[in-house]
């Protein structure tokens, strides 16, 4: 059994320390490192933990760790545990910026130990459903709508929504990025709080992506179009729906869905399949997948190459929103 130590408790933290406690099958929750008073009394009195006060204290009682600190800390505390050879379970965005980045990318790779990344929506069943019938996209289209929460707004909302999708397409999209232009709008916050960016790959697949935390709605949908197939996913509802086209070999059944192409060329029919999606919680699946790459030294599900390519999109993205405000400046 893993010992684990969680840094940050605040509200994901307090989910993670509950799945955590949960999975006592394969960690023992050893304790917490946070700062905050009102933070740490919340956990000790629900889990009855051990608050450490001294972050190497704490990495020295463990196995492995989970960093749910506010971004700006990732660095920092995931630095401290690899140098001491412990296994890290890491939130989305890995770090503040690439160079931290790709520092613990050299890191992990000269102390042989297994970071993950927390980009749950891999986890998410519908699009765990959705994905076997993913094959090289070709238009991408990605909303994730959100009330607002002052919660979030320690980062623009490139950091704090997008790259949920970022980390998707980049996992579906076998190609690198080519181009990418984006625009975006900082209404109540200082950084950018709706942001649509436009994403061209190598291989001519394109993908649009919004991404708004001052929505009047919440929404989490995209939309993948392919040769002969749309895939929907619902993240939200947590549903997927496929439809695909099929060459008519023989006569249609009365029922059938059949699309006419024009004369001499062959008649499509269209099959909608909306596979049964089974409940899961996705964050207790991503950290027990964690606790499996450990125990069979595994490639975890979410690397940390991954974490880094959906970071650098995202600077890529919020680099293009400020030459687009400045632009837009200049010309008022």
């Known amino acids: 059994m893993l010992k684990i130590g969680i840094f940050g408790v605040g509200h994901l933290g307090r989910i993670h320390a509950k799945l955590i406690d949960s999975l006592n099958d394969k960690f023992e929750f ?12 919340k956990v000790i009195d629900d889990f009855n933990i051990k ?11 463990v196995d492995c760790v989970d960093i749910v600190t506010p971004t ?15 296994h890290v379970f890491i939130e989305k965005p890995i770090t503040e910026t690439v160079e931290e980045g790709q520092a613990l990318k050299a890191l992990a790779d000269k102390h042989n130990v297994k970071v993950q990344v927390g980009h749950v929506e891999r986890f998410n069943p519908a699009y765990k459903e959705a994905a076997p019938f993913l094959n090289a996209p070709l238009f991408i289209e990605s909303h994730r709508l959100a009330f607002y929460n002052p919660r979030g707004t320690d980062v623009p909302v490139v950091l704090d929504l997008m790259i949920h999708d970022l980390d998707v397409i980049l996992s579906c999209v076998k190609a690198e990025v080519k181009k990418v232009s984006a625009s975006g709008v900082a209404v109540v916050s200082e950084t950018p709080d709706i942001t ?5 790959f190598e291989n001519g697949c394109v993908a649009n992506l919004t ?8 929404m989490r949908k995209t939309r993948f179009f392919q040769k002969d ?6 993240f939200l509802e947590k549903t997927s729906e496929i439809v695909k086209m099929t060459t008519l070999d023989e006569e249609p059944d009365p029922f059938d869905i059949v699309f006419d192409l024009g004369e001499g060329k062959e008649k499509k029919k269209i099959e909608i ?20 790459a450990i125990e069979n030294d595994s490639v975890p599900p979410v690397t940390l190459n991954d974490g ?7 600077h890529w993205i919020m680099d293009e929103v400020k030459l687009s405000r400045s632009l837009i400046q200049e010309n008022i």
Do not use: C
């Open 273 to 292: 399949f909306k596979p049964e999606v089974e409940a899961s919680n996705a964050i207790q699946e991503e950290l027990a997948s964690f606790a499996e």
């Open 72 to 86: 700006i800390y990732h660095f920092k505390i995931a630095e401290a545990a690899i140098k001491k050879g412990k």
């Open 211 to 218: 991404a708004s935390r001052i929505s009047l709605k919440n």
């Open 51 to 61: 608050r450490f006060t001294d972050i190497d204290e704490l990495l020295d009682a």
């Open 229 to 234: 197939a749309y895939i929907s996913v619902d």
């Open 308 to 314: 880094l390519k959906a970071l650098e999109v995202a």
């Open 196 to 200: 649509n960016a436009r994403i061209e």
């Open 30 to 41: 050893v304790g917490f490192y946070d700062p905050e008073d009102v933070n740490a009394q």
